[in-house]
Nanobody
């Protein structure tokens, strides 16, 4: 089993910044990808950003140039630096990881518990 612990959410004014963290632990052989999703009020969950093999990144158009995803392989932790936040960024942010638990095993998807980000004056 794999556990994900998220932190860093909160209330921030428009134009402000927050940094989210998600630490993975447990039965991990390798992490193929790590990412962040969000679900705003009355909306479906959407991809915000993900990072593959610690190098290749992909962002939603709505956050390009404002958010940066990064990964610390030694700590099995993924970060999301969010700058120039807007009210429309308000959502619950979820961490997701794709993990192999042993050599040759299938890849399993795990989700964090979610952390609330509220952008409001």
């Amino acid at each position: 089993q794999v556990q994900l612990v998220e932190s860093g959410g909160g209330l921030v004014q428009p134009g402000g910044s927050l940094r989210l963290s998600c630490a993975a632990s447990g039965r991990i052989f390798s992490i193929n990808a790590m990412g962040w999703y969000r679900q705003g009020p009355g909306k479906e969950r959407e991809l915000v950003a993900h990072i593959i093999s610690g190098v290749n990144t992909n962002y939603a158009d709505s956050v390009k140039g404002r958010f940066t995803i990064s990964r610390d392989n030694a700590k099995d932790t993924v970060y999301l630096q969010m700058n120039s936040l807007k009210p429309e960024d308000t959502a619950v942010y979820y961490c997701n990881v794709l993990v192999m638990t042993s050599p040759g095993s299938p890849t399993f998807s795990y989700w964090g518990q979610g952390t609330q980000v509220t952008v409001s004056s």
